[in-house]
């Protein structure tokens, strides 16, 4: 099999998959086997094809292409750059560690539940491979539908009301993106995104903007964020986070970047004004969360102002800069999620005012959580620090100011940060935390230490990702040359 | 001396077929034993429908060329085999559905009389399939009002087929009085119309109109008026669209199904003919009158549909909406258009039909009318038929999960490509408003636990197996996520067919 046959796989193995798990009637164990067995293949499938990746050569690699809608050009192109390989990558091992999470705590009505899990997984990976228009949005669209039913159905006790404004948030985004996409593709003959030229039409790059802000989230377009990173189980909310976040922060630099470099550079301070006022006021809010997910949440939102800033830098710096937080993010995001849900499964809540205490006994926990807080608040030689640097750098090299900001946002991450982890882990024993509630199990072990190893991996090597994202190490060039 | 035209009887075999399967099946209501009755019946319905698709398909690949049959009446052409074809195959599964759920299970129903009228129902299904293959045809306006009064009166009395129950007289009895309405106004169109130009075969009129240049002409101008007016009652979008929700609802669940899926196919082909063919001089009036009953439909059937909580009078005004995306197609006057309308069409006949025909499931399970509330739990006691709702009411929603998807991608294109951008702003906010009734039903069917009902199936124990129901919604779900994938042949095919229409 060919890498270009890898890509395509990646996205029908679990789809196919989930067809199985909901078609025939295994039983708890076997469905969940067979969910995260598949989890783990596309994990091998993907190192397959990093392994395989020529990271020298600029253009789209492992591609296909198939005609699809030949009337109006839309054709099922897909394809890989490093920094999209990246992304897939970060998709399969969280998607994996999620699947195993679920197996872990045992959902109920598994099937439908593993279905949806891997579904997810197909049509995630499908967004970040995506080199057609209208591809890319039936797959960006497509993650709703699994998410909209496992918030729904297996979320907490306010999961309507999170689920409906979800949908109706990141819905109004991606429609008005769809009347993007027609003009876009009709205006220019080709919705192909490597074929097609890059547009000076400030309207239409506002319409894909919206969506990705939305899904990003970018202040002040975050208002579906806090319910349904609460409301939903935690290893959904750290998918959500930890992927379905990037997509948004992916869009902005594969398409409204790339192919509107005109309006790009007219909105550009704008948009970067909003970046950092994500940045810093969703580090406030999680300064003020009185949760442990509410935290992370509105960290994400910081974390995804962050890497915009990076990204509408401009620069060699701020692109590898906000490739690299990307990945990392998702990592410490999935690995805190699913920390947040061991610690709540213990102790019936989330909430400071209930927690504390739990280092003591529980060494694992202590530590798992400790060194990914300590990686996320970026200090120095962690793989977010070595991302937040470049932005940084990047986005000093467009304007003094951006990159004060941005330190300021480093150092209100320092605070959250610190917080949360006395929060939970240090003070007084909180009234909830019990002497039943255990250290980490082994299987939870096994979900959160690979993805705490990678962090540390990515942390000693953070040019193992930002090294490698952009051919010729030279982003500015590539995103110009449209990434043909 | 009276001469009899030449009749191509190749062109009209699938109404042949059509009227032939009902004439048996209607001897079979005096002729067969009772206990025989609705198999042998089912089954003449199931054979005509078939044979239906069968000379259909055949005119369709032997039709490359349109002409006129039997005196310049009636169209042979792919556009007719097309909308035929669409016709036969929802009769096939809507008489999978109607054997098993006509007349439909309510509490305190008479078993003993079950089979009373179940050979009429079938003749009445045949025949109304069968005027509709004949609208779509239809050359000029002679045969349009015919065919249309022809399938509107089986109609009727199918609306009304349940007659123990007060709904369903109340739906034949609405549909009957306001269908008049929308059909005398189409009559007067044509008369007027027939005055202006003194023809009343469509290409006749199109001649007439540019010789006399007739195209500001009030007279012709007011019957073209009540021509769309008539059209658009058929095609139940607004403002046209009051009969809907209540016809809709009283109905059998399974002639609720047919119609929601049929009339809209008949009158939609029907639609895009008369005015590219007849009315091409007067494009520049009835796109804008179609551009504003899109609007208008978009509109009123999202906002009316925000608010019920009857699942039948939901999906009703949802088949208002829908109207208003296939209008939209209809409205750009442009071969792009009527390609994406007729792809529209054929997806959302599959969710339409699909949805109804779970519905119905639902209603015999209960013995009483769905709302979202009894709907609870439906998604778990009954996966197949809940996947399937869900992935009906997604499909109607534009999301990538059936051919709605690509439909409304393609009208949106047709609006854009004709240079109405707005008309695609407008779609693209109706298309979010609908997100909320769509999701509405998914909400009940899978995220309420059904333990909050307090309604206990009729018969207790498991339901029964409705086999037919499950293989007419399997059909429903393989075209509706079919159409998502193999977009190009269905394309091409609705190209070829949409070549028969001078724009």
């Keep these: ?484 | 001396m009276i001469t009899t035209p030449h009749v191509d009887w190749f062109a009209i075999s699938t109404i042949l077929v059509l009227l032939g399967a009902s004439f048996v099946a209607l001897l079979s209501a005096v002729l067969v034993p009772r206990s025989w009755r609705r198999p042998f019946a089912a089954g003449v319905a199931a054979l005509g429908f078939a044979g239906g698709v069968v000379t259909s398909v055949w005119i369709y690949v032997d039709s490359p060329n349109g002409q006129r049959v039997i005196a310049n009446s009636f169209y042979r052409d792919r556009w007719t085999a097309l909308a035929q074809v669409a016709l036969c195959a929802v009769g096939f599964v809507a008489a999978l559905v109607s054997v098993e759920h006509i007349p439909g299970g309510r509490r305190g129903s008479d078993p003993a009389r079950r089979d009373d009228h179940i050979g009429e129902y079938f003749a009445l299904l045949l025949a109304a399939v069968g005027g509709m293959a004949f609208i779509v045809g239809s050359a000029n306006l002679m045969t349009l009002f015919l065919s249309l009064e022809w399938f509107s009166i089986a109609l009727y009395i199918m609306c009304a087929i349940d007659y123990d129950l007060e709904g369903s007289l109340e739906a034949g009895l609405k549909y009957l009085i306001i269908g008049s309405f929308g059909s005398a106004s189409l009559l007067f169109g044509s008369a007027l119309v027939y005055g202006a130009t003194n023809r009343i075969d469509y290409e006749g009129i199109a001649e007439q109109v540019a010789k006399l240049n007739l195209s500001h002409d009030t007279l012709l101008v007011v019957g073209l008026a009540m021509l769309i007016a008539g059209l658009a009652f058929k095609a139940s979008a607004a403002p046209f669209h009051m009969w809907t929700p209540d016809v809709y609802e009283g109905a059998p669940t399974p002639v609720t199904a047919f119609m929601s899926a049929a009339t809209k196919i008949a009158a939609l082909f029907l639609a895009l003919r008369v005015l590219n063919t007849a009315f091409s001089q007067e494009k520049y009036l009835w796109t804008w009158a179609f551009a504003a009953i899109a609007v208008a439909s978009l509109v009123i059937g999202n906002l009316a549909a925000l608010n019920q909580r009857s699942v039948k009078r939901m999906l009703a005004y949802s088949s208002v909406a829908q109207a208003g995306f296939l209008l939209i197609g209809l409205s750009t006057g442009t071969p792009l258009g009527a390609r994406g309308m007729a792809f529209y069409l054929i997806a959302y006949s599959a969710a339409a039909f699909g949805s109804f025909a779970v519905i119905a499931a639902r209603e015999r399970e209960l013995g009483e009318p769905v709302t979202l509330d009894n709907l609870a739990g439906f998604g778990w006691e009954r996966p197949f038929l809940g996947v399937a709702l869900w992935l009906f009411v997604f499909s109607f929603a534009g999301l990538p999960v059936g051919g709605g998807f690509v439909g409304k991608f393609y009208v949106f294109s047709a609006a854009y490509d004709h240079g109405w951008t707005w008309l695609v702003i407008v779609g693209v906010i109706a298309t979010l408003v609908s997100l909320y009734y769509y999701l509405a039903i998914v909400r009940a069917m899978y995220m309420r636990p059904s333990e909050e009902l307090r309604v206990a199936p009729v018969a207790g124990g498991s339901p029964a197996p409705e086999r037919l129901l499950h293989a007419a919604v399997g059909v429903a779900l393989v075209v509706s996520v079919g159409t998502l994938f193999a977009v190009q042949p269905l394309i091409t095919i609705a190209e070829h067919a949409a070549a028969a229409i001078p724009f």
Excluded at chain 1, 46 to 67: C, H, M, V
């Design chain 1, 1 to 484: 099999m060919s890498a270009s046959d890898l890509t395509t796989v990646l996205i029908c193995l679990p789809i196919g998959a989930a067809i199985v798990v909901w078609l025939l009637p295994l039983s708890r164990f076997a469905t969940g086997s067979l969910a995260v067995l598949v989890a783990l293949i596309e994990v091998a499938l993907w190192i397959e094809q990093a392994a395989r990746f020529d990271y020298g050569a600029s253009g789209l690699q492992n591609a296909q292409k198939t005609p699809w809608i030949k009337d109006l050009h839309v054709s099922y192109h897909v394809g890989e750059y490093g920094f999209s390989l990246f992304l897939v990558g970060l998709t399969v091992v969280a998607m994996a560690a999620a699947i195993g999470y679920g197996f872990w705590v045992g959902r109920d009505r598994p099937r439908a539940y593993f279905g949806l899990m891997l579904f997810l997984t197909g049509v995630t990976v499908g967004v970040f491979v995506a080199q057609d228009l209208l591809l890319f949005y039936a797959f960006f669209e497509a993650m709703l539908i699994p998410l909209y039913v496992l918030i729904g159905v297996w979320g907490g006790a306010g999961r309507l009301g999170a689920t409906l404004k979800l949908l109706l948030y990141t819905m109004t985004g991606s429609l008005v993106m769809l009347a993007a996409i027609v003009v876009f593709g009709l205006k220019y003959g080709t919705f192909d995104m490597i074929a097609s030229p890059s547009s000076p039409s400030r309207w239409l790059f506002l319409g894909f903007m919206l969506a990705f802000v939305i899904k990003a989230p970018l202040f002040p377009f975050h208002g579906w964020l806090p319910d349904s990173y609460r409301e939903a189980p935690p290893e959904v909310t750290a998918v959500l986070s930890g992927v379905i976040a990037k997509a948004g922060t992916y869009g902005m630099l594969r398409i409204a970047i790339t192919k509107f470099p005109e309006p790009t550079s007219f909105y550009r301070t704008a948009i970067m004004a909003l970046a950092a006022a994500s940045l810093v006021y969703g580090s406030m809010l999680a300064f003020r969360s009185a949760d442990f997910r509410g935290v992370v949440a509105y960290s994400s939102m910081a974390a995804s102002g962050l890497i915009a800033l990076g990204l509408f830098a401009g620069t060699d710096l701020g692109y590898t800069g906000g490739v690299l937080q990307m990945v990392a993010h998702g990592l410490i995001s999935v690995s805190l999620f699913l920390i947040a849900g061991a610690v709540e499964r213990r102790t019936t809540t989330g909430e400071f005012a209930y927690l504390g205490g739990m280092a003591r006994g529980r060494p694992a926990l202590a530590t798992l959580l400790m060194v990914t807080g300590v990686i996320a608040l970026a200090v120095p030689g962690s793989a977010a620090f070595a991302g937040e640097f470049l932005i940084l750098g990047g986005s000093y090299q467009r304007a003094w100011w951006w990159a004060v900001i941005g330190a300021a946002g480093i150092v209100l991450a320092a605070m959250y940060m610190l917080r949360l982890i006395s929060g939970v882990l240090h003070e007084a024993r909180g009234p909830r935390v019990g002497d039943e509630a255990m250290d980490l199990r082994p299987g939870e072990l096994a979900l959160v230490v690979p993805l705490v190893a990678v962090l540390l991996a990515l942390s000693f090597w953070p040019a193992g990702v930002s090294g490698h994202s952009f051919a010729g190490n030279s982003p500015t060039k590539a995103v110009q040359e449209q990434f043909r």
